[in-house]
């Protein structure tokens, strides 16, 4: 069933919000912790398992034994420089700024803008990043719902914490969240009709690089700019097309 990591996903929020309105402050920043570092480990697996498509027979016969490591480095390469030099994360976070200052303007009340500043963050939380993108792409080209169901372990978690502090604003993100996955689970649906294995193979090697990316930032070991590199999933696919024609 296509959409259901989405479906999923938008019943976490759902549940963890209310969680968090109802426990308030309650929850141990401890246990916050170490919830997360669980997650992080779980993240490295399964980005290591997405690696391991790099070993694909289609991916290997299509561009040939060896070069499948390195369409993957220059799809991270290239999709990296590009991403940083649009400053993508950085633009996103202006963009949640003004939406922040648009709505908090013009004698709103304090709870209207709490209840706003939830919305907002949330959303961008929840929808900008690799596995709200791997996720939805995943599921929609039949690859399974694993990310997926580890962003809804994520955000469910992350739900309470700040429904805790931002009250009910934060529920009202699923409805991004939904929108979002779900136009992307409906474009993969539409292309792995034209994608052949060795493409998906590419994007799910170069997606796995990412999800190792999410996993290091998660433990804190290191905040590697996961965003900024999101363009690589693009690349990928178009530069297997590329070295394969010429193979």
Do not use: Y
Not at 14 to 23: A, E, I, K, Q
Not at 32 to 45: E, Q, S
Not at 144 to 166: N, R, Y
Not at 170 to 177: D, E, K, M
Request: glycine share 14%.
């Amino acid at each position: 069933m296509f959409g259901l990591g989405t479906v999923i996903n938008v019943v976490a929020i759902l549940v963890g919000s209310t969680v968090g309105v109802l426990l308030g402050h309650r929850l141990p920043e401890r246990t916050r912790v170490t919830v997360t570092d669980a997650l992080g480990l779980v993240t490295l697996v399964i980005g290591g398992l997405n690696v391991m498509a790099l070993q694909d027979a289609d991916f290997v016969a299509s561009v040939g034994d060896g070069v499948t490591l390195l369409v993957v480095l220059g799809a991270l390469l290239i999709g990296g420089i590009t991403g940083s030099l649009l400053r993508i994360e950085h633009r996103l976070e202006q963009v949640g700024a003004w939406l922040q200052r648009r709505f908090a303007a013009g004698g709103a009340s304090e709870s209207r803008a709490r209840f706003v500043e939830g919305f907002v963050d949330s959303s961008l939380i929840f929808c900008i990043g690799p596995l709200a993108v791997l996720g939805a792409l995943s599921d929609g080209l039949g690859q399974g719902i694993d990310e997926l169901t580890l962003k809804s372990a994520l955000d469910g978690f992350a739900s309470v914490a700040f429904a805790a502090s931002l009250g009910w604003g934060v529920a009202a993100s699923a409805l991004s969240v939904g929108v979002w996955q779900g136009t992307l689970t409906a474009l993969a649906v539409v292309l792995g009709s034209v994608m052949s294995a060795a493409l998906v193979a590419s994007l799910t090697a170069t997606g796995g690089v990412l999800l190792l990316g999410v996993g290091l930032r998660l433990l804190n070991i290191r905040a590697v700019p996961v965003g900024d590199m999101l363009p690589a999933l693009v690349v990928a696919p178009l530069l297997t097309a590329a070295v394969a024609a010429l193979v």
